[in-house]
T-cell receptor, first 112, second 118 residues
Framework: ETGVTQSPTHLIKTRGQQVTLRCSSQSGHNTVSWYQQALGQGPQFIFQYYREEENGRGNFPPRFSGLQFPNYSSELNVNALELDDSALYLC???????????FGQGTRLTVV | AQKITQTQPGMFVQEKEAVTLDCTYDTSDQSYGLFWYKQPSSGEMIFLIYQGSYDEQNATEGRYSLNFQKARKSANLVISASQLGDSAMYFCAMREGGTQGGSEKLVFGKGTKLTVNP
């Protein structure tokens, strides 16, 4: 079991709403990445934060945004939710950018 | 173009037997890393094994070994002595990007569902 925790574990939102997902990194880790995993697919990279700065972004629209806090915990915000945003959202933390990433258990988001 | 290809949507193996899960990759980088993760139904991605592009020896971690064939761009996972608890989705992933900047994102394949039969 890794030290990466995500909250909530499940939630249901209505199309058009906004959602905030949270991730607590493993102790000592300063890099957090977020991934979206649609049903039956592999995870897709959303973005990465390193020492509170965004450090790369995947092919996701601006309504996907994030933050990393001084304690290296992180938030993923999604505005104007669409049905296709329904997925498992995974957070991964690592000590530095080029070291092994440890994943949390994910947040399963359902948009109705 | 797909960067990570896992051609086996599903695999079956008898308990205590060995199984190989296939993974091929595509990159023009000289420096890259290859990972295998296990994802049980609970959703968490569990790190299994890592192979760096410059590593000369195949990686091993307990019952897991990675058959790295650089010229063929393949990084197959071998699980020896399968156990019922090995039943899960298995994902191959590649990390591109060096240490001089750029994101160190992981690119995942579509996964292989392994079922271990008693």
């Amino acid at each position: 079991e890794t030290g990466v925790t995500q909250s909530p574990t499940h939630l249901i939102k209505t199309r058009g709403q906004q959602v905030t997902l949270r991730c607590s990194s493993q102790s000592g880790h300063n890099t957090v990445s977020w991934y979206q995993q649609a049903l039956g697919q592999g995870p897709q990279f959303i973005f990465q934060y390193y020492r509170e700065e965004e450090n790369g972004r995947g092919n996701f629209p601006p309504r996907f945004s994030g933050l990393q806090f001084p304690n290296y915990s992180s938030e993923l915000n999604v505005n104007a939710l669409e049905l296709d945003d329904s997925a498992l959202y995974l957070c991964a933390s690592s000590f530095q950018m080029n070291t092994e990433a440890f994943f949390g258990q994910g947040t399963r988001l359902t948009v109705v | 173009a797909q960067k990570i290809t896992q051609t086996q949507p599903g695999m079956f193996v008898q308990e205590k037997e060995a199984v190989t899960l296939d993974c091929t990759y595509d990159t023009s980088d000289q420096s890259y890393g290859l990972f295998w993760y296990k994802q049980p139904s609970s959703g968490e991605m569990i790190f299994l094994i890592y192979q760096g592009s410059y590593d000369e020896q195949n990686a091993t971690e307990g019952r897991y070994s990675l058959n790295f064939q650089k010229a063929r761009k393949s990084a197959n996972l071998v699980i020896s002595a399968s156990q019922l608890g090995d039943s899960a989705m298995y994902f191959c992933a590649m990390r591109e990007g060096g240490t001089q900047g750029g994101s160190e994102k992981l690119v995942f394949g579509k996964g292989t569902k392994l079922t271990v039969n008693p």
